[in-house]
């Protein structure tokens, strides 16, 4: 099992290419691409780092950008912000291609918009439509605020059997929703691409840091995809604390 790193994981303190520099200087391979804002959206910027990746040996899993900057607005009612909206989704799944993610990772609409089922499905299958155009799958992350909050949301996806749509697992967003770890993936399983691992509330992990739990669950689904360890960077002192809880993370990992 491959145990990767999120550049998020060194924001905002560093830029997104000084992250990854600091990601393969660690030793890690994998990794997955978190862009920021939309400047880092544009194809000049992408190509570079795509360039710069590839000279620093990564391998570029999932492609994640700043979903509350575009990823609503394909839900409103309002055309005019669909349409912008899409102009960004097409730049940031672009982004992911020229990269060679296996996944863009996204959160969909505000969990305060309660959309019908009918609704929230037809969004995520053309959003999921315009990521196979592209040869990338589309990965619903659990999101305490968004549309993916709860275990049953994955459930009931599951049952429409949409094209293309595939899953992030998030430990800190599972936390904060008050689901256990096992409900997600149980509810993921079949369609579980992505996960991502912090301590607590976006916390580095640590030697002692207990995933047991989280382990059993992803073995019980069979799963043996990347892990990614994602701690929110406000929460991360430095690079070398970051490279120490890499490590921790893949010995509990073997």
């Not at 998020?8 to 660690?26: C, D, F, G, K, R």
């Not at 920021?36 to 899993?61: F, I, M, N, P, W």
């Amino acid at each position: 099992m491959q145990i990767a790193i999120s550049s998020a994981s060194l924001y905002p303190q560093q830029p997104t290419e000084a992250a990854l520099v600091n990601i393969a200087a660690m030793g890690c391979r994998a990794v997955e691409v978190f862009l920021q804002t939309r400047s880092e959206y544009k194809y000049a910027y992408v190509a570079k780092l795509a360039r710069l990746c590839r000279s620093l040996g990564l391998s570029v899993h999932s492609l994640h950008a700043a979903a509350a900057q575009y990823e609503p607005m394909l839900f409103y009612k309002y055309r005019r912000q669909n349409l912008d909206g899409g102009e960004i989704l097409k730049e940031v799944q672009q982004a992911a291609a020229l990269l060679g993610a296996e996944c863009h990772v996204f959160h969909g609409p505000l969990k305060a918009e309660n959309l019908a089922y009918s609704q929230l499905s037809q969004g995520l299958c053309q959003v999921a439509e315009a990521a196979a155009t592209w040869g990338i799958k589309l990965a619903l992350e659990n999101v305490s605020w968004c549309a993916g909050w709860s275990p049953a949301v994955f459930t009931a996806l599951n049952h429409l059997n949409l094209a293309n749509l595939y899953y992030t697992f998030d430990s800190k967003q599972a936390m904060r929703s008050g689901f256990a770890d096992k409900e997600y993936i149980e509810a993921m399983a079949g369609r579980l691409i992505n996960v991502h691992v912090s301590k607590d509330n976006g916390e580095l992990p640590a030697e002692n840091t207990d995933f047991s739990g989280l382990a059993a669950a992803l073995a019980a689904v069979n799963y043996t995809g990347p892990i990614v360890l994602e701690a929110y960077g406000s929460k991360v002192p430095g690079a070398s604390l970051l490279a120490k809880s890499w490590q921790a993370l893949k010995n509990k990992f073997k």
